[in-house]
């Protein structure tokens, strides 16, 4: 069992930096990958970036790449989605996830956040 909390959003001007974290708890959290999606209004929730359980490998959406990096900390037991040059198209409840597969599909990942929202005004 994981629990996740996520933590750092808020409001931000277009062009602006945030990170986002999302803190683990239970004993087994090297082994999962680690996924950040995000849901705004009126839509589904989307992929956004992933991590392989021994950060080896992220990938990323393509509305996302080249803005965004994600990363973990093992020891801290700790997920990051670094944020840069927001657009308010970023604008979305943010969601953590872990999954012993992970990808880009929300049906691989067990356990999920209860969501961070970001706001980005124009």
């Known amino acids: 069992q994981v629990q996740l909390v996520e933590s750092g959003g808020g409001l931000v001007q277009a062009g602006d930096s945030l990170t986002l974290s999302c803190a683990a708890s239970?004993?087994?959290?090297?082994?999962?990958?680690m996924g950040w999606f995000r849901q705004a209004p009126g839509k589904g929730r989307d992929f956004v970036a992933g991590?392989?359980?021994?950060?080896?490998?992220?990938y990323y959406a393509d509305s996302v790449k080249d803005r965004f990096t994600i990363s973990r900390d093992n020891a801290k037991i700790t997920v990051y989605l670094q944020m840069n040059s927001l657009k308010p198209e970023d604008t979305a409840v943010y969601y953590c996830a872990a999954g012993r597969n992970g990808g880009r599909e929300q049906y691989t990942y067990d356990y999920w956040g209860q969501g961070t929202q970001v706001t980005v005004s124009s």
């Open positions: 239970g004993r087994y959290f090297s082994l999962y990958s």
């Open positions: 991590i392989t359980r021994n950060a080896g490998t992220t």
